[in-house]
């Protein structure tokens, strides 16, 4: 059903939500198959229509995909079942919805049928019971209302609707009446998007004036300085990153699989940069807090890692924890938050040695309290550790180094695994140049230069490989130069690239040297 009155002024987001609703009438949904509601791959699906073709009406990006109550899953490896939810080669679903993948979709399809209902009824406190995700429920109602007299705004994350309703630190309040009291305040002239957009900006201003907030450190009543999230969507991550969104969203489908992912490619392809973004993108917000940061090394070990005994400044040794150990303990309590710890050059360590017998913890299947173990250093056997199931691991790898050994397979098995490739030839690429004042003989020149040096590299498979490619990121502007011109050109291949090359060919320096010469002239 089109309603007369538009959702929106804005004629891409009305034609998008007009096509939704042409595409996934009442009946259509009613009638509506598993595969039609969720399939790997496909993008006309509902959630796929709701999450990602609907994105600018409303973020509902991050968090798992069991939000959708099941779905369908990309990766057939085994997983056992626990905590309240049930995996199959096909499907993964929350088990109160039912013992197999019909019976679970037949529910969660009538939920779905009786939040359009209710929203058209206008009864939103029945879609306050209704037993789905918050946002994937609320962004349905958004959608299916009269948008001439609409109860629902297109503002789906909680601390957003919190500062915009003046809730104090711990209040609560169901979302229904948040929305009914802003909507209250809504100028008769103006569309729900529109006036949406509005408070959105007033959230998005707060946070960029608000860079600090006092909170209170567990268990010592004393105020923690720490920084105020500001929001992070899908939309953003696409704008920064030169990655199709078919490829984003397979790394994130992987990354909820296995709970660890490790990014890895050549010198320059922004693994490092890629892998706080995707946290970010996944938590919904630029959430410091909840995304921590390190890099391996070879002198890094176990009791760095997990625990140790460690100078404690009065001439004594004590147990301390480790960053990794710390952070663990971090996520625990705060189990409805997802948490990121991003390893940067992971294989640099001896990761056998580092994790020790928590190498058996970051198995997805091996989340959880029931899964504690005690550590080398725990006091007693009831001194126990575990990995919550809120916590993912992110891992770099530059595929480049020849001081490196192979990632062993009981870590390897443990991880997904993405490959990144230059990508000089990505529109965003030349885009990201143009924006910044590179003329377009010289992108070109870049482009021309580094792809005929990566086809070579790739060729030479006796030596080196696709996995000693030169990465686009040696070329994105820092912005710290005003003028990038041939001069800044040069001094990028002279300072960043060259060194590379000789390092490659060491046993070739007349090799070196040519293609240095190559890319100068």
């Given amino acids: 059903m089109l309603y007369e009155v538009p959702i929106t002024s804005n004629q891409e987001k009305q034609h998008t939500h007009q096509e939704f609703l042409k595409t996934w009438p009442l009946e259509r949904v009613e009638r509506m198959t598993l595969d039609e509601y969720t399939s790997a791959g496909n993008t006309d699906t509902f959630t796929y229509w709701i999450e990602s073709r609907l994105?600018?009406?409303?973020?509902?990006?991050?968090?798992?995909?069991?939000?959708?109550?099941?779905?369908?899953?990309?990766?057939?490896?085994?997983?056992?079942?626990k905590s309240g939810r049930t995996y199959t080669d096909t499907h993964a679903w929350y088990s109160k919805y039912g013992s197999t993948a019909a019976e679970a979709f037949t529910t969660v399809k009538g939920l779905i049928f009786q939040v359009i209902r209710a929203v058209r009824e206008k009864d939103t406190t029945r879609i306050e019971a209704t037993d789905l995700g918050p946002a994937f429920k609320w962004k349905i109602a958004f959608h299916y209302q009269d948008p001439a007299d609409p109860v629902v705004l297109n503002i789906f994350s909680w601390d957003a609707l919190a500062y915009l309703a003046n809730l104090k630190r711990g209040q609560s309040l169901d979302r229904s009446v948040i929305y009914r009291q802003l909507l209250a305040q809504k100028p008769t002239d103006l569309l729900v998007d529109d006036y949406s957009s509005q408070l959105w900006e007033k959230w998005t201003a707060h946070v960029a004036e608000k860079p600090k907030l006092d909170v209170v450190k567990p268990g010592t009543g004393q105020p923690d300085s720490v920084k105020l999230t500001v929001p992070y969507t899908k939309q953003d991550?696409?704008?920064?990153?030169?990655?199709?969104?078919?490829?984003?969203?397979?790394?994130?489908?992987?990354?909820?699989?296995?709970?660890?992912?490790?990014?890895?490619?050549?010198?320059?392809?922004?693994?490092?940069?890629?892998?706080?973004?995707?946290?970010?993108?996944?938590?919904?917000?630029?959430?410091?807090?909840?995304?921590?940061?390190?890099?391996?090394?070879?002198?890094y070990a176990y009791e760095d890692f997990i625990q140790g005994y460690r100078p404690d400044g009065d001439g004594r040794f004590a147990l301390k924890d480790g960053i990794f150990h710390q952070f663990c303990r971090q996520a625990q309590a705060n189990p409805d938050n997802m948490c990121f710890f991003v390893i940067d050059e992971i294989n640099r360590a001896n990761l056998s040695k580092v994790f020790g017998e928590v190498m058996m913890l970051i198995e997805a299947d091996k989340r959880g309290a029931e899964f504690a173990v005690p550590l080398t250093y725990s006091r007693s056997a009831q001194d126990r550790f575990f990995i919550p199931s809120n916590l993912y691991l992110i891992g770099t790898m530059n595929t480049a180094d020849r001081s490196l050994a192979m990632v062993d397979y009981a870590l390897r098995r443990r991880f997904a695994f993405y490959d990144l490739k230059p990508e000089f030839n990505s529109v965003k690429f030349s885009e990201t140049l143009t924006l910044a004042?590179?003329?377009?003989?010289?992108?070109?020149?870049?482009?021309?230069?580094?792809?005929?040096?990566?086809?070579?590299?790739?060729?030479?498979?006796?030596?080196?490989?696709?996995?000693?490619?030169?990465?686009h990121s040696f070329?994105?502007?820092?912005?710290?130069?005003?003028?990038?011109?041939?001069?800044?050109?040069?001094?990028?291949?002279?300072?960043?690239?060259?060194?590379?090359?000789?390092?490659?060919?060491?046993d070739k320096p007349k090799k070196a040297e040519a293609e240095i010469g190559g890319l100068l002239s």
């Fill in 55 to 81: 994105d600018k009406l409303g973020s509902i990006w991050g968090g798992s995909a069991f939000k959708f109550g099941i779905y369908a899953r990309s990766n057939v490896s085994e997983k056992g079942s």
């Fill in 237 to 299: 991550a696409l704008a920064e990153l030169f990655i199709s969104e078919t490829d984003l969203d397979y790394i994130v489908d992987a990354l909820n699989l296995k709970k660890n992912l490790i990014l890895q490619g050549p010198p320059g392809v922004g693994k490092t940069f890629i892998a706080k973004r995707l946290a970010y993108m996944v938590i919904g917000a630029r959430d410091e807090k909840r995304v921590e940061m390190i890099q391996f090394h070879q002198s």
């Fill in 437 to 471: 004042g590179v003329s377009k003989q010289l992108i070109d020149k870049i482009v021309t230069r580094m792809n005929a040096l990566n086809a070579g590299i790739a060729e030479d498979e006796k030596n080196l490989g696709p996995g000693y490619m030169i990465g």
């Fill in 475 to 506: 070329f994105c502007p820092s912005g710290e130069r005003e003028t990038l011109d041939e001069d800044w050109y040069r001094m990028v291949i002279l300072a960043e690239v060259a060194p590379l090359l000789r390092e490659y060919w060491f």
